[in-house]
């Protein structure tokens, strides 16, 4: 998958996120919270409606304009689990996470990952390129050997450095500097 490729796949999952907090027309609610979708701040604010058959008549409204957004596309609804699987794709890019993605995260979760090797080569020069089981694809970048080689399978811990770069250990190994192709 060419680079350009992965870069709109990840640039449409970051979309569809951002979304779930704001309506893809633009439009919000005049006191609605920055980042919060007109359609979802309509709902919280039913329960400002004293009378219980106006409140109803007000959810009922809200709701309905919400399942509408949803449906067609202009809010998506995202769990923290799909927020923790967005940001585990995007490891390894060199760009800002959005507030969205970024918020209640544990500081380990954004600097390291572990995975599975689902292939590996040396190029002409004798550097690994790995591809993991779910399609990102790491280069080293420096000269340093490692005692076994990495194949389907093997366990790999890649984690940042400093400067945006990052180290790869495969398999417990000694570590070496990488970046991520795709």
Known sequence: MSSLALRRKVGIALAAGAAALTLASGGQAA?????????LQAVVDCRQQADPTARLACYDAATASLDAAEKAGDVVVVDRAQVREARR????FNFAMPAFMARDAEPDELDRITATVDSAR?????????KLTDGAVWRQIDTKRIFKDPRHGSTVEIRSASMGSFFMKIDGQMQMRVRRDN
């Not at 006191?31 to 359609?39: E, I, L, M, S, T």
Request: overall charge positive.
């Open 122 to 130: 040396q190029d002409a020069s004798g550097k690994w390129v790995i």
């Open 89 to 92: 794709a995007a490891f390894g």
């Open 31 to 39: 006191d609605a919270p920055k980042g919060r979708a007109a359609q």
